[in-house]
């Protein structure tokens, strides 16, 4: 237990750090900008209860909030994809259930399971910030545009994140 | 009773759910305004010097960039100085007019924190209240606009960047005069929109786009950018796209100027109001 809680805690650490120095800083073109932090909340165990993972969620949102100066922007964001990450996990369910000692991971659920459930998580997370970052529904097809992509981009580096996890 | 129990065990996450969010989005919708005052500058204090070690680690790589900007600059001034010595003989000048008073007053800053890929951009400057910054000063970086300071605290600053979609700056064309409303659409941040020009104006490519001076927070006739696209919309009035002189992706060292006669301009603009 406390060998997990120590686990989470260095992902945690390391995904905000790679979050606000290296991803806060990729931009191509202004339509994307790739947001890993919100792999902390899909690597969180299964049989974590529903208000620790909420609150765990909204954490990592609001430190991420205090770092780049956007009061409850990425923290509602990304309340809104712990909120739905259990829903989630039910709909792409591939067996009859999941290991509820296990995690989310690619070495057990294979690529293609941790493919779809990150590309759902991500649009979530990522469509609630980028309308909420607007706050208005002029230029919705822009926002959108910015949605898709940016969703591609945090995708790819998500996807490549966790095979260097499996690697360690 | 039992049953009111039996629903909060049941949705009881949608509940904590409801809470969050909703802590959430009124930390969005107080915070996150023009004038975003409380949140970020309790924040701010506290990420700020981080931030600027941050930065200065970053500033050494520029070095020799900077010192060729200085030395130009240096040489401007000098020039400057030596026509003003023979156009009006500053020792023997007694007679006190307002229109020799010095309207601006400048000062310089560094960048702290920048960023251009969000719809709401913000700089944050090492210098606040301390240092006789205020709001409404106008920020200005590779002698172009580049942002208005919208709160101070007493050592640093919080800049709205002109690519911030709720900026709104008066801006002219150079060549003819005719002004209009520029302002950031949040694609680019190398272009702006210039709109409200009327389609019986000839626009040329490559026309300059000045400030106006009508705000009283820029100088008038400090650059904006250069006309890089011309697009008739539905409407009377022209879209025209304006590159940017500014280059906001290396925001370094910035200039601010503070209007000394603000206060009387808008007093008196009141009145008529």
């Known amino acids: 237990m406390i060998n997990r809680i120590l686990r989470y805690t260095l992902i945690f650490v390391l995904l905000i750090l790679l979050q606000l120095f290296l991803f806060n800083n990729i931009q191509f073109s202004g339509y994307v900008n790739p947001y890993v932090y919100i792999m902390f909340i899909m690597l969180l165990p299964f049989d974590i209860s529903s208000w620790l993972l909420l609150f765990l969620s909204f954490l990592t949102g609001f430190v991420i909030d205090i770092f780049s100066g956007t009061p409850g922007m990425h923290t509602s964001a990304s309340v809104i994809a712990g909120f739905a990450r259990p829903w989630v996990l039910r709909m792409i369910s591939t067996r009859e259930d999941y290991e509820f000692v296990s995690e989310p991971s690619l070495r057990i659920y294979g690529f293609k399971w941790f493919l779809i459930y990150t590309l759902v998580i991500v649009f979530i997370h990522h469509f609630f910030l980028f309308y909420l970052e607007v706050f208005r529904l002029t230029d919705f097809f822009t926002t959108f545009l910015r949605v898709l992509l940016s969703t591609l981009f945090s995708v790819i580096f998500i996807v490549l994140l966790e095979y260097i996890r499996r690697g360690k | 009773m039992r049953n009111l129990l039996n629903f909060f065990k049941r949705y009881n996450n949608v509940i904590i759910f409801l809470i969050l969010e909703g802590i959430a989005l009124s930390l969005l919708t107080s915070g996150n305004s023009y004038h975003n005052t409380r949140f970020i500058k309790g ?52 007679v006190s007019d307002s229109v020799y008073r010095q309207k601006y007053l400048w000062f310089s800053a560094e960048v702290i924190n920048n960023s251009v890929n969000r719809q709401k951009n913000f700089l944050t400057l090492d210098r606040g209240y301390n240092d006789n910054l205020a709001p409404d000063m106008a920020v200005i970086a590779d002698d172009a606009v580049a942002g208005v300071i919208v709160g101070c605290s007493s050592n640093y600053s919080v800049a709205m960047s002109l690519l911030n979609i709720d900026f709104r700056l008066s801006a002219r064309i150079r060549s003819n005069g005719y002004f209009g409303s520029l302002g950031w659409d949040g694609k680019s941040y190398r272009n702006a929109i210039l709109s409200d020009i009327p389609q019986h104006v000839e626009v040329i490519i490559g026309d300059t786009v000045e400030t106006t001076g009508y705000s009283a927070i820029f100088p008038e006739g400090l650059m904006v950018g250069v006309i890089n696209e011309i697009e008739k919309s539905g409407s009377d009035f022209y879209r025209i796209s304006v590159a940017l002189k500014a280059d906001f992706k290396k925001l370094r060292f910035v200039n601010l100027a503070g209007n000394l006669q603000k206060t009387e301009q808008q007093n008196l603009e009141t009145q008529f109001q």
Do not use: C, H, P, W
């Open chain 2, 43 to 94: 924040v701010r204090g506290i990420t700020a010097g981080l931030e600027r070690s941050f930065s200065r680690t970053g500033s050494y790589f520029r070095l020799r960039e900077t010192e060729v900007g200085l030395a130009r600059e240096n040489v401007m001034l000098r020039n400057l100085l030596e026509q003003t010595g023979k156009m009006k003989d500053s020792i023997f000048y007694t």
